[in-house]
């Protein structure tokens, strides 16, 4: 039996629903090596609109997280922008709340409660975030995507944001650590900021990319690029130990997490090409808008999931894929525009 064979057999042996999943796995790489995050939180509600457990959903989420932050982490690693001894202390404190989100949602489950609550959760999370990045791109303010011009740039000339420092300033409990970007803070600010993005990785089963990163820079005070490459480090180890403890509990489907990887693969390449040639900012909209599609998409899902209306549902999971589709989509036009034009301009400078 090849496997190919094996995996159409685990998802029901259906080749629409593999291709369906390498599709979607090449979307998500996309977004994930353009903005490092992003996408990979989508995973988990379409899973569940699908009618997966809880538990699959969740620990196949994260098992996906693993695969596509390792590939993303390379490039990042090669550019300088991963502080060790940040993320180092940030494992630490994910691990802790990875299990206790582990616990709850196995808990959940049993009372028949984990699909609904999770969905919940992503609604106001996705929702909230959503609202902030929509507005910074608006208004022309930073974050939400990643910094392109990292590394062109010192990490002494990023601002530090006024939360950031009012919270280094205040919380002097030591230990007190220097980060990358000649940062000093407590250690305890890092280990919290940990425990609770881990605790929404374990309970959601995302890599918590789109909450960690900006925690890092609005809590700890991190430069922005400093944050991008060691929360993508972070979630390679906090993937890995996620997918661990969800595979004990039968919770990691490699029949979904095989060519959700496949594609992503591609994805993360296509997506971190893009990122020398394409300005986050250009599309930062767009990116914003997909966290609130997907918000919207989870909410219809959901209370088609409650009514028994499979109508919603699909309408729901619809929504999901195409807010992936769209911004991918952006991401690959504008990077084909700015090499149209680069190209235009290099025969005008050689005449």
């Given amino acids: 039996m090849t496997l190919l064979d094996s995996i159409l057999g685990t998802i029901g042996g259906s080749p629409e629903l593999l291709a369906l999943f390498v599709g979607f796995g090449l979307l998500v790489g996309i977004l994930f090596g353009f903005f490092g995050m992003g996408g990979s939180f989508l995973v988990t509600p379409a899973l569940l609109m699908m009618g997966y457990p809880a538990r699959v959903a ?20 090669d550019l300088g922008q991963v502080d060790y001894k940040l993320g180092g202390l940030m494992i630490a404190g994910t691990t802790i709340g990875i299990e206790v989100g ?52 010192d990490l002494s000339d990023y601002e530090i944001p006024e939360i950031a420092q009012t919270i280094q300033q205040t919380v002097r409990i030591p230990p007190m650590v220097t980060l990358r970007g000649d940062v000093r803070v407590s250690a305890w600010v890092i280990t919290v900021v940990a425990f609770a993005t ?66 992503s693969a591609l994805g993360a390449r296509i997506g ?7 300005d986050a900012d250009d599309i930062k909209v767009y990116f914003g808008g997909m966290l609130l599609a997907g918000s919207v998409a989870v909410g219809i899902g959901e209370v088609g999931s409650y009514l028994g209306n499979e109508l919603l549902e699909t309408v729901g999971l619809v929504l999901v894929l195409g807010a992936a589709l769209v911004v991918a989509s952006a991401v690959v036009y504008t990077s084909l525009q700015s090499l149209r034009a680069t190209r235009r301009q290099q025969p005008s400078a050689a005449d």
């Fill in 102 to 153: 582990r616990a709850a949602v196995f808990y959940l489950e049993e009372l028949g409660l984990a699909g609904g609550i999770i969905s919940v959760v992503y609604v106001l999370l996705l929702g909230a975030i959503g609202l902030l990045v929509t507005r910074d791109a608006l208004n022309g303010e930073g974050g939400g995507g990643v910094d392109h011009d990292a590394a062109d740039k």
């Fill in 198 to 263: 881990g605790l929404l990785s374990g309970f959601l089963g995302v890599g918590g990319g789109f909450i960690r990163m900006p925690a890092m820079i609005y809590a700890i005070g991190a430069p922005v690029p400093v944050a991008v490459g060691t929360d993508l480090f972070e979630i390679v180890f906090s993937g890995a130990i996620g997918s661990y403890l969800y595979g004990q509990g039968g919770g990691v489907d490699l029949g979904i997490v095989v060519p959700l990887l496949f594609g």
């Fill in 58 to 77: 969740v620990g196949s989420g994260m098992a996906f997280v693993f695969g596509t932050a390792v590939i993303a982490t390379l490039k990042h690693h």
């Fill in 272 to 278: 971190s090409a893009a990122t020398a040639v394409v």
